[in-house]
């Protein structure tokens, strides 16, 4: 069964900073999909940014961008000059592909911006 | 976009209730899922279904049910409701042939208490 590591309960990081969110995860197969969702306080989930193992390039949305190691089954959260808004908690999630529709989520790390 | 809707934001109910959570989709998804979110837990999956009438267990289907006697509705039943089961309810539906592009889309979540 697929497993989903984030090893960082909480983060926090300075405006207009950087930070990057851990995750790894554990698979034996070689074409999967592996996701990033955001879940401000009080707010709906919603899906921040994708990665399809098949392709080497990392995956860029705005200040958003990953770190895919495959081979080390790594899939990292950059988060550029942070905003307020970007407080939230921060699901990883894995996704095989082969049938099955579920999600396997990591535990989430929650994410503060001090001003 | 998609909207999904779960019926109640918070809801009280007290030990040994019969609990009903329901949960509307508007865009013919195929699946959807009913997760409880813990604080350094993550998401679990307690049920999904594929089809109407159709359900599978997820990781802790104990002391739950699940109906789905038409496409748009998704309802988590809680037979007899007790206080280990207060959570966070979170209800997500995905369109079977795009899943891996936008694996599950989420509702606001219901923070249900059972006294």
């Known amino acids: 069964a697929q497993t989903v590591t984030q090893s960082q309960p909480e983060m926090s990081v300075q405006e207009a900073e950087t930070v990057t969110l851990s995750c790894t995860y554990d698979t034996s197969e070689s074409d999967y999909y592996l996701f990033w969702y955001k879940q401000p306080p009080s707010r709906q989930m919603i899906l921040v940014i994708r990665q399809e193992a098949y392709k080497q390039q990392n995956a860029t949305e705005n200040r958003f961008s990953v770190n895919f190691q495959k081979a080390a089954k790594s899939f990292s959260l950059k988060i550029s000059d942070s905003q307020l808004g970007d407080a939230a908690m921060y699901f990883c999630a894995y996704y095989s592909g082969a049938g099955s529709y579920q999600l396997t989520f990591g535990k989430g790390t929650k994410l503060s911006v001090i001003p | 976009d998609v909207k999904v809707t779960q019926s109640s934001r918070y809801l009280v109910k007290r030990t040994g209730e019969k609990v009903f959570l329901e949960c509307v989709q508007d865009?013919?998804?195929?699946?959807m899922f009913w997760y409880r979110q813990d604080p350094g837990l993550g998401l679990r999956l307690i049920y999904f279904s594929y089809d109407v009438k159709m359900k599978e267990k997820g990781d802790i289907p104990e002391g739950y049910s699940v109906s789905r006697e038409k496409k748009e509705r998704f309802s988590l039943i809680l037979e007899s409701a007790s206080t280990n089961q207060t959570s966070m309810y979170l209800c997500a539906s995905s369109l079977i042939a795009r899943v891996e592009n936008q694996p599950q889309h989420f509702g606001d979540g219901t923070r249900l208490s059972i006294l």
């Open positions: 865009m013919d998804h195929e699946n």
